[in-house]
């Protein structure tokens, strides 16, 4: 999930749609982001040397610094909000 989240009807949508990124409003029922191609080669091996760099940095599917598992135990103790804010950070 990286990009910025795309919303049914907004001019960011349609500018995504005429890229043919998405076709119908359906296919956004899920989160669908839109990313520019002009970053699209590097930006993900950029965001894990940073996840893997930052203790706090939290990147959805990587299991760099959290898991699922973990993920779930964090929210039966209640924590809510940004989990990024829950976790260690390293010093230096």
Do not use: C
Request: proline share 5%; net charge positive; hydrophobic share 40%.
């Amino acid at each position: 999930m990286v990009g910025i989240r795309l919303f049914p009807g907004t001019r960011l949508a349609e500018f995504a749609s005429s890229e043919d990124l998405i076709i119908t409003d359906e296919t956004m029922l899920k989160p669908t982001f839109y990313l520019t191609a002009s970053v699209r080669p590097f930006v993900l091996d950029l965001l894990y040397k940073h996840v893997e760099e930052n203790r706090n940095w939290i990147l959805p599917g990587s299991n760099v610094n959290i898991d699922r598992r973990l993920q779930e135990k964090l929210r039966r103790f209640g924590l809510k909000g940004p989990l990024w804010e829950h976790m260690q950070i390293r010093r230096k």
